[in-house]
């Protein structure tokens, strides 16, 4: 009886070692962890850093495109299959995102003004009733500016042709 009793008292000893073990160890597991969490949400910025980083895209510049007269429309007559006078009026815009292409188009103004005259008075009513027709005078006038600014400054410049305002009769 008196081994049962010691043996109770080493046992009891035990459960208190085990107990100060597993306390330690749940501990040691609750820091480890607080501490990966920090070092995985607040570490995070040097291979961020490290990553390349997109170029901001600058604001859209808006160069009405004007004529000689200083007039902000072009008016051109239309070839027609119907015989009678068609006429064209329209106001016109380039987009870049540059300002040394916008001083560019001012400057190369009335060489861009003339072509696109040229451009717009070649085309035929019918053809520019169509949305297609529309859609492809936009960007025959869009490459005609882009290979103008190609040949004056040595790259294209402008996104696009933007008609503001187009009217046929």
Do not use: C, W
């Given at each position: 009886?008196?081994d049962?009793?010691q043996?109770?008292?080493?046992g009891a000893?035990?459960?208190k070692?085990?107990?100060?073990?597993?306390?330690?160890?749940v501990?040691?597991?609750?820091i480890g962890?607080g501490g990966?969490a920090?070092?995985f949400?607040?570490?995070?910025?040097?291979q961020?850093?490290?990553a390349?980083?997109?170029p901001?895209r600058?604001?859209?510049i808006?160069?009405k495109?004007?004529t000689l007269?200083?007039k902000p429309?072009f008016?051109?007559?239309l070839?027609?299959e119907d015989g009678?006078?068609?006429y064209?009026q329209?106001y016109?815009?380039a987009?870049?995102?540059?300002?040394?292409?916008?001083?560019?188009?001012t400057?190369?103004m009335?060489?861009i003004v003339?072509?696109?005259?040229g451009?717009?008075?070649?085309?035929?009513?019918?053809?520019?009733?169509t949305i297609?027709?529309?859609?492809?005078l936009?960007t025959?006038a869009?490459d005609?500016?882009?290979s103008?600014l190609r040949e004056?400054?040595?790259?294209?410049g402008i996104?696009?042709?933007?008609f503001?305002?187009?009217?046929?009769?």
């Amino acid at each position: 009886m008196a081994d049962d009793a010691q043996s109770e008292g080493q046992g009891a000893k035990g459960s208190k070692k085990k107990l100060f073990i597993i306390i330690a160890l749940v501990a040691l597991l609750v820091i480890g962890g607080g501490g990966a969490a920090a070092f995985f949400l607040l570490g995070g910025d040097s291979q961020e850093a490290a990553a390349p980083v997109e170029p901001v895209r600058k604001e859209a510049i808006y160069t009405k495109i004007r004529t000689l007269e200083g007039k902000p429309m072009f008016v051109v007559t239309l070839q027609a299959e119907d015989g009678k006078r068609h006429y064209m009026q329209a106001y016109i815009e380039a987009k870049s995102r540059d300002q040394e292409v916008a001083d560019a188009l001012t400057l190369h103004m009335p060489l861009i003004v003339a072509r696109l005259n040229g451009l717009f008075s070649t085309q035929t009513f019918e053809h520019l009733m169509t949305i297609e027709g529309k859609q492809q005078l936009r960007t025959e006038a869009t490459d005609l500016v882009k290979s103008i600014l190609r040949e004056k400054i040595g790259r294209p410049g402008i996104e696009s042709i933007l008609f503001t305002n187009l009217v046929m009769q």
